[in-house]
């Protein structure tokens, strides 16, 4: 296995990563700004009111791209599977 390859490798496992969890942490941190701002608007400071529409916000970002989520791992570790022969030799 060459220093190119196992770079390629390194770097594709990375973007698949960013590309899994950047729409829950981009979804989290608008829910967290907009609960943030209510929260300054009418002073109320709850910690609890920042929680629970975090975690509704991400349950249904896991239910919504699940399926795309799911594909996107299995395609891409189908793909690093099949290449294992090429790799070796």
Excluded: D, N
Excluded at 48 to 56: N, S
Excluded at 79 to 88: C, E, I
Aim: with cysteine.
């Amino acid at each position: 296995m060459s220093e190119a390859l196992l770079l390629e490798l390194t770097r594709r496992s990375m973007m698949v990563g960013m590309q899994l969890c950047m729409p829950i942490l981009m979804v989290t941190l608008v829910i967290g700004v907009a609960v943030s701002i209510f929260q300054a608007a009418t002073q109320i400071q709850e910690q609890t009111l920042t929680f629970v529409p975090k975690i509704c916000s991400v349950i249904l970002c896991f239910v919504v791209l699940g399926p795309w989520m799911l594909s996107l791992i299995v395609h891409f570790a189908s793909s690093l599977f099949t290449g294992v022969p090429a790799m070796l030799h």
